[in-house]
């Protein structure tokens, strides 16, 4: 099993950037693939980025492609979510995800964009 914790959530204003992260614990991060999801009041959890193990590869949601940046540091057992040009609609609690066999999720980080 795999412990997620996100980190870096705040208040901004529209055209502003941050930078999420996910911490993992245990030995085997670098067998997850990782990803990033969020959620806004009323809304269905909605997929926005995925890295793989080896963090060679990456895929994006339409919705934030050239925006938001995944990477991840498998020495530091943590994943990064890039999010620049920040927009209202991008309000949502941000949730990190690791896939290997099973899905574990985060507690979520709270992003709030205002205009």
């Known amino acids: 099993q795999v412990q997620l914790v996100e980190s870096g959530g705040g208040l901004v204003q529209a055209g502003d950037s941050l930078r999420l992260s996910c911490a993992a614990s245990g030995r085997t991060f670098s067998s997850y693939a990782m990803g990033w999801f969020r959620q806004a009041p009323g809304k269905e959890r909605e997929f926005l980025a995925a890295?793989?193990?080896?963090?060679?590869?990456?895929r994006y949601a339409d919705s934030v492609k050239g925006r938001f940046t995944i990477s991840r540091d498998n020495a530091k057992n943590t994943v990064y979510l890039q999010m620049n040009s920040l927009k209202p609609e991008d309000t949502a609690v941000y949730y990190c995800?690791?896939?290997?066999?099973?899905?574990?999720w985060g507690q979520g980080t709270q992003v709030t964009v205002s205009s």
């Open positions: 995800n690791a896939v290997r066999f099973a899905d574990y």
């Open positions: 890295i793989i193990r080896g963090g060679g590869s990456t």
